[in-house]
């Protein structure tokens, strides 16, 4: 055996790596449901607050993507920077739709 390989990391039987793949399935599908219904749920949120003229959505997302480009966010991981950027980047393109972004609009965000 590889001396640099610690013992406790002996090679899984068939049904331990079975259940292992499982549980990595599992925990990436959570992931992505979560991913996706937060996406949802913050996109809406901005949207029926620009539809009601309570804040002004492009000009927030303008600060946000600022924000995080400035350096300032060293506790976030690349991952999490990855997804915040891709989160407003979508919004940017949502809100760039006139009808999306006048105020009254009744548009979901997907």
Known sequence: ???????????LSP???EKWIGEVEDRAWDANATSFACRFLLGNL???LNARSLVNAPAFLARLKLALSSGEQDHLSAQQQLGLTS???????FFATPEN????????FH
Do not use: R
Request: no cysteine; aromatic share 0%.
């Open 46 to 48: 901005l949207a029926e």
């Open 101 to 108: 972004s006048a105020a009254g609009s009744s548009s979901s």
């Open 15 to 17: 049904e331990e790596t």
């Open 87 to 93: 989160l407003l980047d979508d919004l940017q393109l």
């Open 1 to 11: 055996m590889d001396s640099n390989v610690p013992e406790n990391l002996l090679p």
